[in-house]
């Protein structure tokens, strides 16, 4: 186990120079005890307050600080504790955590993972402070990242922050997390493939180049950090280990590129979709990870369907362009059906209208696609895992490998890919299907789940 975290720490090191926020990232056994040393090596101050909910604080929250206090170097403020059972990041809570943080000039240790990280990530911003984090589940890759996930107006934003300096995260922590949240940020992880190809696709028509240094902090490890599925089934250590080091580096390599492109692409869209629509599942919200772990198997189904077409196969849908190309008005009215009159067609259409692009550059993409067909084919295969052994990855993993078991049935699923297409501006593989002409393939392709539940 040591030799993991070694190596893992070692890997850590090499990544965090080119992070310009982040400055140390601390993954260990018991390392909680080390808190406090840790943030006096980070922090001129000497003013911290535990921010937590009554969970985490059970699970790391109290024993950090009992330990700042008794060593008597820092200054421990009363903790904030949400005393919810059930709470979530949105603008209520987020006021609840500035308003506090503005009575005082302690810098905050967030304890928890997405809600708890998402909230004191953003009302540190507003505030003006660095922050620190203690993880208590491997279940999101937003610990590192520079945006916080906050409904405001009854939409899903993601708001600009401050990544944090440190990063805390103590194996025996996540070991006690509950099985679900490392389910969760496994699928995250996972959604990490099909995004690649996303970018990939991206970066041929010129939309987002790749940056280099970002894509191989993520990609080049991607495989080797999702290779123990079954210890994610177990909450095993050195898994947990794997799994929380791809999590912090894609968070980092956000930092790094300066965009959340290196971790999401369309399989995202899907989850932006469902958050957006409100969608609950046995009178709960399906987290993140289990929404992208569906969105990424559709997406793969999808992205096999494309990649079967020959060169001429593909070249054939040219003469169809001009007339399967959108005109705005026509995309305007599909955004009016498809999402009503309210804030969120709102958000949706000043999306839409940013990705819009008339007939000629269509055109010009679909030259640059057809001229090198074979070898994006080959490189986008290279990428991509087939559906079926993502779908047997995430089983293993005990996440949801099926959409119904997050409450989605088919044909939701089968409507969901036009209106994810249309929330964001971010060049996916949606978009490809669309603006190639081929959009026809989504309406009559099996959606088959191999080895799911359903
Ligand atoms: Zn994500």
Known sequence: MNKIIEETTKRLEQCLPLADETRLVSIGQ????????????CFDTKRVVVIADCNTFEAAGRIVNTNISSENILSVEEPFLFQEKEFHADSKHLEEVRCFLAKTDAIPIA????????????AAFECQRSYMIIGTAASVDGYTSFGASIEMDGMKQTLTCFAPRVVLIDLEILKHAPQELNAAGYADLLAKIPAGADWILADKIGTEPIHRTAWDIVQKPLRQWLAQPEGIATNNPSALCLLIEGLIMSGLAMQIAKTSRTASGAEHMFSHLWDNQHHTFQGKIPSHGFKVGIGSIAVSLLYEKMLAFTKEEFSKSKQNIAATHRRWHEIEQTVRTNFGNGNLAEQVLEQSRQKYVDLLEIIRRFDVFLEHWDELKDELQRQLIPAAAICEMLRKAKAPSSPEEIGIDRNRLRQSFGQAQLIRYRYNILDFVMETGHWE??????????????
């Open 111 to 122: 304890v928890g993972s997405g809600t708890i990280n998402d909230l004191v990530k953003r």
């Open 30 to 41: 018991n390392n909680l005890s080390q808190a406090g040393n840790i943030f006096q090596s």
């Open 441 to 454: 393939i989504i309406s009559s392709m099996p959606l088959e789940f191999p080895n799911a539940k359903n």
